[in-house]
Structures are given as C-alpha cells and as structure tokens.
C-alpha cells in the first residue's frame, strides 16, 4: 500500500520561501516519476513540478520560483518554494505524475502579509 506524507507547509509572506517535504513508502520510489499538485479553494488540483531520475519539469506559472528534488535513500521528494506570491495559496500533495497512488493528507501553505 503506497503511503504519501507532506509537510512544511505554513503562513509565509509574499515573497518569501518554504520547503515542502513528501516521503512515500510502499513503492519502489526511485524508479518513479514524483509530482508535486496544489490545489487551491474553489479551483480544480494542477500539477505544478514533477521529477524523473534527474529531469525536472515546471508549470509556467512556478517556473523560475520552485524547484523540485529528490532523495532516493530517504524515499522523499521536496519542494523549494521562493518568491512566493499570494496566488501560489492552496493545499499541495505529492503524487506519481499520474495521480495514481491513494492521495495524502497534503499541505497547507498560504501566502498573505
């Protein structure tokens, strides 16, 4: 059974930084491509980064601002989040790029002043 923990998230400034944290167990982990979705009040979830071995792969609206990472041995995956804007608030999960494993509990980030 694929089990999907986030955390880090939180209440930051725009402008600011935070770093989401995912650990998956149940999987072999490092064969899998990993994604990173949000989804905000109201709104349907988006992926926003993903990762296969070592290629990343941005939506344009976090491009330049995010940057996504893995650590095969700790089974995790991570988001650096910088330059946060009030629009990047919503409830982000990691998940395989097709959404496929049961969905975990997410984190919350939101970006106010």
């Known amino acids: 059974q694929v089990q999907l923990v986030e955390s880090g998230g939180g209440l930051v400034q725009p402008a600011g930084s935070l770093r989401l944290s995912c650990v998956v167990s149940?999987?072999?982990?490092?064969?899998?491509?990993v994604a990173w979705y949000r989804q905000a009040p109201g709104k349907q979830r988006e992926w926003v980064a993903y990762i296969s071995g070592e290629n990343t792969y941005y939506a344009n609206s976090v491009k330049g601002r995010f940057t996504i990472s893995r650590d095969n041995a700790k089974n995790a995956v991570y988001l650096q989040m910088n330059g946060l804007k009030p629009e990047d608030t919503a409830v982000y999960y990691c998940?395989?790029?097709?959404?496929?494993?049961?969905w975990g509990q997410g984190t919350q980030v939101t970006v106010s002043s």
């Open positions: 998940n395989s790029l097709s959404g496929a494993w049961p």
């Open positions: 149940g999987v072999i982990f490092s064969s899998k491509t």
